[in-house]
């Protein structure tokens, strides 16, 4: 059964077809959290709320779009509002450094690979959700522009940028 259909059958009272929803997309979702916080317990923090939001406002989801665009951009939003807070209390609270360790990843992992991450961090927040969604979850510039409601080639754009900014900031190794 495709996402339509499911989304179809919850708005007309089904409450299972939710269930199916979220097992076909928390992991891709929760995979989305953990590149972007590194930890285990924040990426569920914030699947839960993502989930909690789309539950919301899946009455009103009128299947102009397509589900996970729909979802990505949730997702997006969630972790964007969740990162201005943590920035604005790290204002007020500056002791705390939070580690990033993908779980599951090895030392020698991409992530830890030559400083990659802390440069992905020093990103424009649009060139890092460009790059993280384009690259690490592996979606079309098509799709990247729908969720950040930017065009597609906005999202090239951007895209070009970061790959530019990283190999500055890392010293291009090529």
Known sequence: MIDRELVKRFQNG???????????????????????????????????ETYLRVYRGLTRFRNESEFTTWLYRISVNVANSHFR??????????????????????PEDVWTHAGLWPAIEKLPKKQRTVVILR??????????????????????????????????????EE
């Open 14 to 48: 089904e409450q299972i077809a939710f269930d199916e929803l979220v097992k076909r997309h928390y992991a891709g979702t929760f995979s989305l959290f953990m590149r972007m916080a590194g930890d285990e317990m924040l990426a569920d923090d914030l699947c839960q």
């Open 85 to 106: 807070k943590e920035k604005l209390r790290k204002i007020f609270i500056s002791d705390t450094e939070v580690e990033r360790h993908p779980a599951g990843e090895e």
């Open 135 to 172: 690259t690490f979850q592996q979606l079309p510039f098509r799709e990247v522009g729908k969720i950040m409601e930017i065009s597609e080639n906005s999202a090239k754009v951007n895209f070009h940028h970061a790959i530019k900014n990283l190999k500055d900031e890392l010293g291009d």
